[in-house]
């Protein structure tokens, strides 16, 4: 089963026989694509396996990836993706975006110099086992974001919402009182050690299959009531529209759309308050497969098809079009200070939140 071990010695790539690496190559290209950028750009990022999850006869990394600054004051910038292992899209938009960067750190000094004020930590390959499966769940048959120890305060979908039924259906949560599962228990410890001390973190965490346009949600997703810092969330609204006007990101909370037991991200947000860590704040990018679909109707009788682009022109446009908004997050996370509203105008942001989404 599941044997958490971190590893300073980041690539067990090389260990792999012909044969196995050829299976990865089809069942997890994702994987051989990462661990290649972590053998080619030494330089610029440090690798650790924070997990090895063993599936049928072989075992597969989680990986964590750190760029930039090693000042434990610095902000940080959390990128993760491949939580559902259908979703694809997101950890292949996440690894298109590295390679950009790792490529740009070789001859872009004001990139360079961006780096070396900010922390950003990536899991791209957050359920490995899922992804090599090609299924949902994790390699328990548990929904790792149905996993948290938390309860939505009212009504959820059917089934969609978490349920303890059993790993025959999908969106199971696992066993009431059991602790999360290893993917998370590493995820969680890597928040504890490198972003929840921070005075400032922002999240992205890729999902795709919602939705007819692209989405980015922040919590709550347990209850519908707004979120402690959620001028903090508005006050990032309101800079990303008037930055990039022509953008078309749906920027909401999670709650107005559906509610859900067992969130991670409403779990990490509730220990950062505890925390005392008011500046902690994860967004999900929901890819609104759906228009993916609707321009190709075909593709929901494909199980992958519901969740991932499968034209090779649109492929390319979906790796294309979200390098910007990462881009503006990472310049967001450095420049944190230039923004976040002050208790005046926390006051006015709240007044905004309520009126758009909470009356
Ligand atoms: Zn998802």
Not at 4 to 27: F, G, I, Y
Not at 84 to 99: F, T
Not at 195 to 224: C, E, N, T
Not at 259 to 272: P, T, V
Request: charge should be positive; hydrophobic fraction near 40%.
């Amino acid at each position: 089963m599941n044997s958490p071990e971190t590893s300073p010695s980041p690539d067990s790539s090389s260990l792999r026989s012909a044969e196995l690496r050829r299976e990865l190559k089809q069942k997890i290209p994702e994987l051989l694509q990462l661990e290649r950028l972590i053998r080619n750009y030494p330089q610029h990022l440090n690798a650790q396996v924070e997990l090895m999850l063993q599936v049928q006869h072989l075992h597969l990394p989680l990986y964590s990836i750190t760029l930039g600054t090693t000042d434990t004051s610095a902000p940080t910038l959390l990128l993760t993706g491949g939580m559902h292992g259908i979703e694809r899209i997101g950890s292949q938009v996440l690894i298109a975006w590295l390679q950009t960067l790792l490529e740009r750190l070789n001859w872009d000094s004001h990139l360079q110099q961006q780096l070396a004020q900010v922390q950003l930590v990536l899991m791209p390959i957050l359920n490995p086992v899922g992804m090599y499966l090609n299924q949902r769940s994790n390699g328990n048959g548990i929904d790792l974001n149905r996993n948290a120890p938390v309860n939505a305060e009212g009504d959820v979908p059917l089934l969609g919402g978490g349920h303890r039924l059993g790993t025959f259906l999908p969106w199971y949560r696992g066993k009431k009182n059991t602790p999360m599962e290893a993917e998370n228990i590493a995820l969680e410890k890597l928040l504890q050690k490198r972003i929840l001390d921070r005075s400032f973190s922002l999240v992205v965490d890729l999902h795709s299959g919602f939705g007819m346009r692209d989405q980015l949600w922040f919590p709550y997703a347990y209850r519908k009531k707004p979120i402690h810092n959620i001028a903090d969330y508005v006050a990032l609204k309101l800079l990303w529209e008037r930055s990039y006007p022509n953008h078309t990101y749906a920027f909401e909370p999670q709650s107005i759309h559906y509610l859900s037991h067992g969130d991670l991200w409403d779990y990490f947000c509730l220990q950062a308050r505890s925390h005392q860590q008011s500046h902690f704040l994860p967004l999900t990018l929901e890819m609104g497969s759906w228009a993916w679909i609707k321009k190709r109707p075909r593709q929901i009788f494909n199980l992958a098809g519901l969740f991932n682009p499968q034209m090779q022109h649109r492929h390319a446009r979906v790796l294309r079009s979200h390098l910007l908004l990462l881009d503006f997050m990472l310049a967001a996370t450095l420049n944190y200070q230039n923004w976040l509203p002050d208790s005046k105008q926390r006051e006015l942001l709240n007044q905004t939140a309520k009126s758009l989404w909470f009356n």
